[in-house]
């Protein structure tokens, strides 16, 4: 099977949040990046598909050169190749533009089935996997939990308010991953070795205008100061009050 | 007036309140709006939305295996034949998975979990968050057709009225992908997105059978809460991941939160500090949690949480 596992280089989770003067775009001088948290499922959920059916794993990613670290550090969990979409005015891309970028050079790859993370932790926008297979024309699945796959198809879980929901699909197919779909194993020292020689693609993507216009980013404004009303079980009379009187939540 | 394609969603006929907050979305930023609605029970759903304030309704017949490849090829051609310059839906499970989809038909961008939209400027305007809510942004799209999925409980469903017209239209036969069954949650419990009331626990608990301090309190408020947990005991295993909260978990923003045992760490807050009310219960007064927390109790779990939960359901009873 041809596999490609889309990942996206994002600031940490616990990253601050600044606006830069121009009021429009993020600060982005004291970030520290790393391969988004479902991204980490995706990479695992092809390694263990290669693992079971054969195959070759490609990490596909668009971003700055700098990227060239995430992919590596995913290549070092057992995929076999790496290609970077070079855009240095990545953080400036929307959904539509990455999307097709990527669906130009999955078309040229070629692939049986491609794994994205469900949301990507910066943007958080769940929209790059499913845009991706509809330009295609594939079938997809969003929010993956529980996955199979034969020769042809497969059929996936994901859970909805309603419950979990079983979902058939023929391949080709891109499937966004959810927790719960793996435990994404940690790079063996081996591995590590192993991706520095594997080869890694620069190519520039599909030229493509962002359509989504920020106009302007705030902070929210922060909660009040909290404030602690007690100790120990002896509060819950001024909390009980409290919540009825003053927050009239009871 | 613009004109918009919106998707409904339904169960069995009865319309979903994250859908009808996407109708009064809709309504308010002035939208002409065409309401689609398809699937079993489609019939119930459309007579109760024609009286909605939507001023069309479309129902797509034959469509009762639910495919999101079909649902998104067939509201956007929906949206191109109508002009629509406004394709919205609810952000739910479903409506997330349909809505990237019919945006890339109309070769549109797309905002998801939008929490405002305005269209004084001319155009529509909105706002969503980033970073897991640590910002707030303002955009606009160029597109030709706007795209968003409007977040629950951030708008209001509409008042009503009118008396829309129906019209039905057959569903596309062509689907890449089906759903062949939904396992139905256990006794009909709340979802954390979805309640009022959301009681949630973490690593002071210790273990996972006390999560069950957490349960007694949730049931104390009758019906109205739902649990959560942070995703140190999700990773534990204890709880499903369902219930996280945080970045990488859900983000609510019930009218009250109560946190016991959860210290407070960044991911967690991104998924809680909207809360209207938060109560925090923890033995640690630096708990990083007491910041965000409107009352803080500082004590032992296992002696505050009995004796709350006696008393909310003392609160409950002569309610
Ligand atoms: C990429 C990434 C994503 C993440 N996403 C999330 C997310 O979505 N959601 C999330 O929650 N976390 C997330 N985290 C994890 C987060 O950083 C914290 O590790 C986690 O929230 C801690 O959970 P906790 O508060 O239950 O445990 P701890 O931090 O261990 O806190 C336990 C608390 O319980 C208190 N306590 C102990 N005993 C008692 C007692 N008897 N009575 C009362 N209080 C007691 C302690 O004082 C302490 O404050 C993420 C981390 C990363 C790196």
Not at chain 1, 211 to 218: F, G, I, N, R
Not at chain 1, 229 to 243: H, M, P, T, W
Not at chain 2, 245 to 250: A, E, I, Y
């Amino acid at each position: 099977m041809k596999i490609i596992a889309c990942i996206k280089r994002v600031p940490a989770t616990d990253a601050q949040a600044k606006i830069d003067a121009s009021a429009s775009s993020l600060d982005t001088s004291s970030f520290q990046y790393m391969t988004s948290f479902y991204d980490e499922i995706a990479v695992e959920e092809a390694v263990k598909t290669k693992e079971s059916h054969g195959g070759e794993v490609t990490i596909l990613t668009l971003g700055p050169a700098e990227a060239s670290k995430e992919v590596r550090e995913c290549i070092a969990k057992g995929a076999d190749a790496g290609v970077i979409l070079t855009d240095d005015d990545w953080q400036a891309r929307d959904c539509r533009s990455t999307a097709k970028a990527l669906a130009a050079k999955i078309q040229e790859l070629g692939a049986d089935i491609v794994f994205c993370g469900k949301v990507a932790t910066d943007r958080d926008n769940a929209a790059v996997g499913p845009m991706l297979a509809t330009y295609l024309g594939w079938a997809c699945v969003t929010d993956a939990c529980e996955l199979e796959l034969d020769g042809s198809s497969g059929t996936a879980k994901r859970a909805t308010e309603a419950g979990l929901e079983s979902v058939s699909f023929s391949l080709p197919a891109v499937i966004t991953c959810d927790k719960g779909l793996n435990e994404p194993r940690y790079a063996g020292l081996k591995g590590i070795m192993a991706a520095k020689k594997k080869p890694l693609d620069e190519a520039a993507p599909q030229a493509e205008e962002s359509h989504a216009k920020v106009v302007s980013l705030e902070t929210p404004a922060p909660r009040p100061e909290g404030k602690i009303i007690g100790e120990g079980a002896a509060a819950v009379e001024d909390l009980i009050q409290a919540l009825r009187n003053e927050a009239k939540v009871l | 007036m613009s004109k918009a394609i919106l998707f409904i969603e339904h169960a069995g006929g009865e319309l979903r309140r994250a859908s009808l907050e996407c109708l009064g979305a809709a309504l308010s930023a002035g939208l002409d709006v065409t309401a689609v609605v398809m699937g079993p029970g489609a019939d119930a759903a459309a007579s109760a939305l024609s009286s909605s304030g939507a001023n069309a309704i479309c129902h797509l017949t034959g469509a009762d295996t639910w495919s999101p490849d079909r649902a998104a090829a067939d509201l956007a051609a929906l949206a191109k034949e109508s002009g629509a310059s406004a394709f919205l839906a609810a952000a739910t499970a479903t409506g997330k998975d349909v809505a990237p989809r019919v945006a890339a038909h109309l070769d549109s961008t797309l905002f998801s979990d939008i929490t405002s939209l305005d269209s004084s400027s001319g155009s529509l305007r909105t706002t969503r968050p980033w970073l897991a809510g640590k910002v707030i942004a303002t955009c606009e799209s160029a597109s030709e057709v706007f795209c968003a999925t409007t977040r629950p409980n951030a708008f209001s469903a509409p008042e009503g009225g009118g008396s829309a017209e129906v019209s039905e239209r057959a569903a596309s036969a062509d689907c890449k992908a089906s759903v062949t069954g939904v396992s139905a949650k256990e006794g009909g419990k709340l979802d954390v997105q979805e309640a009022s009331v959301v009681v949630a626990g973490g690593r002071g608990l210790q273990e996972a059978e006390h999560f069950s301090l957490v349960e007694g309190l949730a049931d104390a408020f009758g019906g109205a809460a739902a649990v959560g947990a942070s995703r140190a005991i999700v990773d534990a295993g204890w709880r499903p991941h369902s219930e996280q909260v945080g970045q990488t978990g859900k983000v609510v923003s019930p009218n009250l939160y109560i946190a016991v045992g959860i210290s407070g760490a960044i991911q967690h807050l991104a998924g809680m500090r909207t809360s209207k009310t938060i109560v925090a219960i923890n033995k640690d007064a630096d708990a990083p949690i007491f910041k965000v927390a409107d009352y803080g109790i500082v004590g032992d779990a296992f002696e505050v949480v009995p004796a709350l939960t006696e008393a909310i359901a003392k609160v409950q009873a002569e309610a």
